[in-house]
């Protein structure tokens, strides 16, 4: 009789590991891979359920680095350029499609924001320009240009696909000794003289030195485990799908009204995804679908582009933002528990800086310094001294 191989990831626990990162998602994956190729031995991931099954199986996949603040800009110019070699490095087809960015403008200052914006990205290499509302509509001929003051577009973003960069990182991570367990809740944190000593979960203990939050909107009680004040917040997000059209829609880039958030780009099954951030939103961890959110998706369309307002939303899904009070990510060590790193509170950007994220904690673990300075974006800012140093605001 034919017997089924083990499954590896669910295999008993080992007793020790050097490094331990407790998330399977996009920033977990990428976090194991870069220390497994640096030569990190024992890394091991844990995920409470299966790899991509929290935030990073639901975004839109959308790539960038048309940011307002030269930190952000940044995380995604580093990124960017490990999506588009991510076939060879670490190997995996992630289906990415660089149609670019096009932010669509309503009024004059707004195009006054980005213009400013453009000149910062120009500065740190970034491809992006302001156009006018005829050349917008020529790249999305869903557009009425009549609705728009210009748009600012970069032809070096796109999208990709979640599910693909985390399965590909991690076989990459496993091939280079890390270790993947699924089906592994973690329940807590031995602490000895300040510092990590033990995982503990439902599979049983860890022993090890360092720990790597990556655990996405679940971060706060993660962090609150071991006494680390991470001010993340759950924030459902939903998406919908057309379903394939007739006809198929054009090739179009990846389309955002910046006063309304409405977004739209094409869907691989020949459709569009269509998305909004409803700022009715309540934070909470509930993940299902509703529609609700059509209405001001349909509101905006209108205004902006008018042939999507009647178009049908077939399916759709709804998954979680990891947002922090100033909207942008927590990476960086904890001061109070020695061992402790963390990466999360993406807010909304977690999948398109992933690659940089990993390379960064992979230096701060090493005692390396990183491409680049990720001092503001320690947890510390929100302490009450407000002596911590903060990130710049970003406007996009």
């Not at 270790?179 to 990590?196: H, I, P, Y």
């Not at 991470?230 to 459902?236: A, I, M, Q, S, W």
């Not at 205004?303 to 009070?325: K, Q």
């Not at 005692?367 to 009450?384: K, Q, Y």
């Amino acid at each position: 009789m034919a017997h089924s191989a083990p499954d590896p990831d669910s295999a008993p626990l080992p007793s020790s590991a050097e490094v331990v990162i407790v998330g399977g998602g996009v920033i977990g994956a990428s976090v194991a891979f870069h220390l497994a190729e640096a030569g990190v031995r024992d890394v091991l991931v844990l995920e409470r359920d299966e790899p991509a099954s929290g935030s990073s199986g639901k975004p839109i996949g959308g790539i960038r680095a048309q940011f307002s603040d030269p930190l952000n800009i940044g995380l995604g110019q580093r990124s960017l350029e490990a999506w588009r070699t991510f076939a060879d490095r670490p190997g995996a087809d992630i289906g990415i499609d660089s149609v670019g960015y096009l932010f669509l403008l309503g009024d004059e200052e707004e195009v006054e924001t980005f213009r400013q914006a453009v000149v910062v990205q120009n500065e740190l290499g970034v491809p992006s320009r302001i156009i006018t509302p005829r050349e917008a509509h020529e790249l999305c001929p869903y557009l009425d240009p009549r609705s728009i003051a210009a748009a600012a577009f970069s032809p070096a973003d796109g999208f990709a696909l979640p599910g693909a960069a985390v399965h590909g990182y991690l076989r990459a991570a496993r091939r280079l000794g890390a270790t993947v367990r699924t089906r592994c809740a973690v329940t807590g944190f031995d602490t000895e003289g300040g510092r990590v000593r033990a995982v503990r979960t439902d599979s049983g203990t860890v022993r090890t030195g360092t720990v790597v939050c990556a655990a996405g909107a679940w971060s706060a009680a993660l962090g609150a485990m071991a006494g680390v004040d991470l001010p993340v917040t759950p924030l459902r997000r939903q998406i919908a799908l057309t379903g394939p059209l007739s006809p198929a829609p054009p090739r179009i880039p990846f389309t955002l009204d910046f006063a309304s958030t409405m977004y739209f780009h094409n869907d691989r099954a020949g459709g569009l995804v269509l998305g909004l951030s409803d700022a009715r939103q309540e934070p909470g961890f509930g993940r299902e679908f509703s529609r609700e959110w059509l209405e001001p998706f349909q509101e905006a369309a209108l205004r902006r582009a008018p042939a999507l307002a009647g178009l049908p939303a077939r399916s759709g899904w709804a998954g979680l933002y990891e947002m922090t009070p100033d909207r942008n990510a927590l990476i960086g060590r904890a001061a109070s528990v020695e061992g402790f790193l963390y990466a999360t509170g993406f807010s909304g950007h977690g999948f398109l800086q992933a690659p940089a994220v990993g390379e960064i904690i992979r230096d701060l673990y090493l005692d390396r310094t990183p491409f680049i300075d990720v001092g503001p974006l320690s947890a510390a800012r929100f302490e009450g001294s407000g002596a911590a140093v903060r990130p710049e605001a970003h406007i996009i």
